[in-house]
């Protein structure tokens, strides 16, 4: 979706330190460790999905935290840091689904989780 990298304000990114640091090492390798985050949307009607991606585009580069992946340093003593990723893509981050009929949110949910 992107044209161009984007770097946003800091290309070198922030250092992960203190509690953070110590949690990021202890979930790296242990998958039931991660925090994933879904957002859900619940609409009347089928969004222009073009529109929907263009504009999530343009808030993620308003809010660069939104772009935002985490990098392991070389050096095992060194911090991890967020940094943005120039090359975030939308579209990779967006799914969308219709429950099927009558539709519920356990079902929803279900998939979500």
Known sequence: MSEQPFFGPNPRGRKLTGFNAATWRTAANDPTMRSPVVGLFLLE?????????????????????????????????????????????VSLHMSRLRAPEPGSWDYVLSVAR
Do not use: C, K, T
């Open 45 to 89: 009607r089928s969004p222009d999905v073009q529109a929907l991606a263009r504009r999530m585009e343009r808030l993620s580069r308003q809010f660069p935290v939104l772009r935002q992946r985490l990098v392991q340093p070389g050096f095992v003593f060194n911090s991890p840091r967020l940094v943005v990723d120039p090359y975030f893509d």
